[in-house]
């Protein structure tokens, strides 16, 4: 069992920068894959990054390649995402996951075991 806390939403300009982080309980967390998701209103639960169990292997969906880069730190049971250059699109709330498959880097929500309850990114031009 592992269960999933994300911090580090907010309110922000537009072409501004956040780092959120997701905690994880257990001490499993370092043979997940992580994944960051995001919802915004109206609309489906979709992939933002993945990072492999070692931190090694990473994913990006296109919308932010080159703006948003996912990292973890095993020894603190956290994964990151460190988003720069927010779009307005970027508005969701975003959520952390984890994928048992540890090598996996799925973009499917149904790939992923345990979620957090989400935090709140809001982005304002």
């Known amino acids: 069992q592992v269960q999933l806390v994300e911090s580090g939403g907010g309110l922000v300009q537009a072409g501004s920068s956040l780092r959120l982080s997701c905690a994880a309980s257990?001490?499993?967390?370092?043979?997940?894959?992580m994944g960051w998701f995001r919802q915004a209103p109206g609309k489906e639960r979709e992939f933002v990054a993945v990072?492999?169990?070692?931190?090694?292997?990473?994913d990006y969906a296109d919308s932010v390649k080159g703006r948003f880069t996912i990292s973890r730190d095993n020894a603190k049971n956290t994964v990151y995402l460190e988003m720069n250059s927010l779009k307005d699109e970027d508005t969701a709330v975003y959520y952390c996951?984890?994928?048992?498959?540890?090598?996996?880097?799925?973009?499917?929500?149904?790939?992923?075991?345990?979620w957090g309850q989400g935090t709140q990114v809001t982005v304002s031009s």
């Open positions: 990072i492999s169990w070692s931190g090694g292997y990473t």
């Open positions: 257990g001490r499993t967390f370092s043979r997940y894959a």
């Open positions: 996951a984890a994928d048992p498959r540890g090598a996996g880097l799925g973009r499917a929500v149904r790939e992923y075991v345990y």
